[in-house]
């Protein structure tokens, strides 16, 4: 354990329903990004480490698969429960960890609960179906069962959310988990292992190990226990997990982040979009895989826009996630930031203009910080526009038409997300259906919600959280046939 916020913070695997040290006593200094002190240490699993969790998970599976769906559904629930009566200890953990504001990691905490909260709901409606056969003795039922033990790796930028949207669908169905957290930012992941101990879910259903990603998935996919595999990260650790898991045949899910295009129309209440977008844009300093990352707007109203745009900016105050005024906080990590600053350096040697920020803050020596970015005169060749951004960078560029816009908008590797902003129905719908991308926001952009699909298409990745269809990963239907033996009416 250690003392966070005057709470205390578990630092131990979780395996089999007990805290431990990893065998060998190796652990990992965790970092806060606002300061680059370590607040924590948490083990570095070895190969036996992840052995005994993967046996307690085979066993686990064995023991939830057989609990009944209402036992499941109240065991969410209490989950859920209970990360809403932490949401300030989970909150003050989180900002901790990977620096996001306060009041941005209370929100997602308490969207953490959600997922647990609809989930509990959806273990007990995991529907089947009948179907008449050719003949009247035959008997034909196709129902959903769990899939297995399941392996979920979940990335540093939302350490509450991103595994909370494994944990709750693949526990409703009725499938083990092993989590693997982010090695940047594991202790939100252990403070869940925490809440299903308290929630009295059996041991081995839930475990959690800490330590480098890379080494843990290598073990835990190469055997036959683990049957399904969900991870939100990069196109590269996507492509390389997925080649493990093939060798084993293994089910995988996958959400490998975006490049969301913004299309704002000239009928668009200016203003209010740029000021809407400016914040949207520098939440979590822009460390969102669904964030708006390029913003295409009408050629007429482009230049009122880019003027609200950095106005709102430049109201946006920078600091440390543990100050309640702050609006941005920093980078999860000096990486983060050295490639924020290469990308501005590419963009503004090609052409484009800062018309904002476009450095590490002069206040901010310490801290992994980058001053919230907004650059026009941007175009295809630079790197900004087409790879990923996951900073606090806005490139702000013009289209003449919608068919101009939706081809710019397409123009990516990444299908996760796009918006728009109009007041015409029209162009609302014809933009939304005509975006190549898993989701589409009209006039706002916090679409992500418990209740709806989350995922993307393209090099965004394969496969749903959220929804009724986020349960559906996590099972696979068996289909019986059964001819009755008496005689033929």
């Known amino acids: 354990m250690t003392t966070i916020g005057n709470q205390p913070t578990p630092t131990q695997l979780y395996v089999d329903g007990q805290w431990r040290e990893a065998a060998d006593g190796e652990r990992i200094d965790v970092v806060d990004p606002a300061t680059e002190q370590v607040i924590a240490t948490v083990p570095r699993a070895t190969a036996g480490d992840v052995d005994d969790a993967l046996a307690?998970?085979?066993?686990?599976?064995?023991?939830?698969?057989?609990?009944?769906?209402?036992?499941?559904?109240?065991?969410?629930r209490t989950m859920a429960e209970i990360v809403?009566?932490?949401?300030d200890r989970y909150a003050a953990v989180m900002t901790a960890e990977q620096g996001k504001p306060l009041a941005q990691a209370r929100a997602e905490v308490l969207a953490s609960a959600d997922q647990f909260d609809w989930y509990a709901d959806e273990?007990?409606?995991?529907?089947?179906?009948?179907?008449?056969?050719?003949?009247?003795?035959?008997?034909?039922?196709?129902?959903?069962?769990?899939?297995?033990?399941?392996?979920?790796?979940?990335?540093?930028?939302?350490?509450?959310?991103?595994p909370a949207r494994k944990l709750a669908p693949a526990l409703a169905a009725g499938c083990s988990v092993i989590l693997v957290p982010p090695i940047e930012a594991p202790l939100s992941s252990l403070?869940?292992?925490?809440?299903?101990?308290?929630?009295?879910?059996?041991?081995?259903?839930?475990?959690?190990?800490?330590?480098?990603?890379?080494?843990?998935?290598?073990?835990?996919?190469?055997?036959?226990?683990?049957?399904?595999?969900s991870l939100t990260g990069s196109v590269p650790v996507g492509i390389a997990v997925s080649t493990m898991a093939a060798r084993t045949l293994k089910s995988v899910s996958m959400e490998l982040g975006g490049h969301s295009p913004?299309?704002?129309?000239?009928?668009?209440?200016?203003?209010?979009?740029?000021?809407?977008?400016a914040v949207g844009k520098f939440r979590n300093a822009g460390q969102v895989c669904i964030s708006a990352s390029r913003f295409l707007v009408h050629e007429s109203v482009a230049a009122q826009f880019t003027e609200e745009f950095v106005r709102a900016t430049a109201a946006l105050r920078l600091g440390p996630g543990s100050d309640p005024a702050t609006d941005v906080g920093p980078l999860g990590s000096a990486r983060r930031r050295e490639a924020v600053a290469a990308?501005?350096?590419?963009?503004?040697?090609k052409g484009a203009t800062v018309a904002h920020g476009g450095s590490r803050p002069v206040d901010f020596q310490v801290g992994?910080?980058?001053?919230?970015?907004?650059?026009?005169?941007?175009?295809?060749?630079?790197?900004?526009?087409?790879?990923?951004?996951?900073?606090p960078i806005a490139p702000i560029t013009t289209f003449t038409d919608l068919a101009e816009a939706i081809k710019v908008a397409n123009s990516t590797a990444y299908g996760l997300a796009g918006f728009v902003f109009t007041r015409d129905l029209d162009t609302a719908y014809r933009a939304a259906e005509e975006l190549d991308t898993g989701m589409v926001g009209v006039n706002h952009l916090t679409i992500a919600t418990a209740q709806a699909p989350f995922g993307g298409v393209k090099y965004s990745g394969f496969g749903s959280e959220g929804g009724t269809e986020g349960i559906d990963d996590y099972t696979h239907p068996k289909y019986v046939n059964v001819r009755l033996p008496g005689p033929r009416p």
């Open 56 to 76: 307690a998970a085979a066993t686990g599976f064995d023991r939830w698969r057989a609990t009944g769906a209402w036992q499941r559904s109240a065991a969410l």
């Open 84 to 87: 809403r009566d932490e949401v």
């Open 123 to 162: 273990a007990r409606r995991i529907y089947g179906r009948t179907v008449d056969g050719h003949t009247t003795d035959v008997r034909i039922t196709v129902r959903r069962e769990p899939i297995g033990p399941v392996a979920a790796f979940a990335p540093w930028n939302f350490p509450s959310l991103l």
């Open 191 to 229: 403070l869940f292992a925490e809440a299903a101990h308290r929630a009295e879910i059996p041991a081995g259903v839930v475990g959690v190990v800490t330590g480098d990603p890379a080494e843990l998935s290598e073990r835990l996919l190469a055997g036959p226990i683990i049957r399904k595999v």
């Open 262 to 277: 913004v299309l704002v129309f000239p009928d668009a209440d200016i203003e209010a979009a740029a000021a809407l977008c």
């Open 343 to 349: 990308m501005v350096d590419d963009a503004v040697g």
């Open 368 to 391: 992994f910080f980058f001053e919230p970015t907004v650059l026009t005169g941007v175009s295809s060749e630079m790197s900004v526009m087409t790879d990923e951004p996951f900073g």
